[in-house]
């Protein structure tokens, strides 16, 4: 059983940064892809973004495609999320989720219990 912490949440205003990280532990991180979600009051979970286990590929959902980057270190376990020009859209809860396989593409089976990002226009 894997356990995920995400931290580095917080309340900026439009066009500030913020730089996510998830800690993982309880199985072979570098294994797995992961990838960041976040659910928006009163809507669905959505895709944000994703990291293969080797860190060779990479994807995220349009909206924040040339804003937010996502990155690794599996020495430590770590998974981050950089959010540059953030936009009040962008305000949600974000989770991290390890991936069952390698791929950007493996089904996410398991949540951190996420971080709030609000974003003051």
């Known amino acids: 059983q894997v356990q995920l912490v995400e931290s580095g949440g917080g309340l900026v205003e439009a066009g500030d940064s913020l730089r996510l990280s998830c800690t993982a532990s309880?199985?072979?991180?570098?294994?797995?892809?992961m990838g960041w979600f976040r659910r928006a009051p009163g809507k669905e979970r959505e895709f944000v973004a994703a990291?293969?286990?080797?860190?060779?590929?990479?994807s995220y959902t349009n909206s924040v495609k040339g804003r937010f980057t996502i990155s690794r270190d599996n020495a430590k376990s770590l998974l981050f999320l950089q959010m540059d020009n953030l936009k009040p859209e962008d305000t949600a809860i974000y989770y991290c989720?390890?991936?069952?396989?390698?791929?950007?593409?493996?089904?996410?089976?398991?949540w951190g219990q996420g971080t709030q990002v609000t974003v003051s226009s």
């Open positions: 309880g199985r072979t991180f570098s294994a797995y892809a």
């Open positions: 990291i293969s286990s080797n860190a060779d590929k990479t």
């Open positions: 989720s390890q991936s069952s396989g390698p791929f950007t593409t493996s089904p996410y089976n398991d």
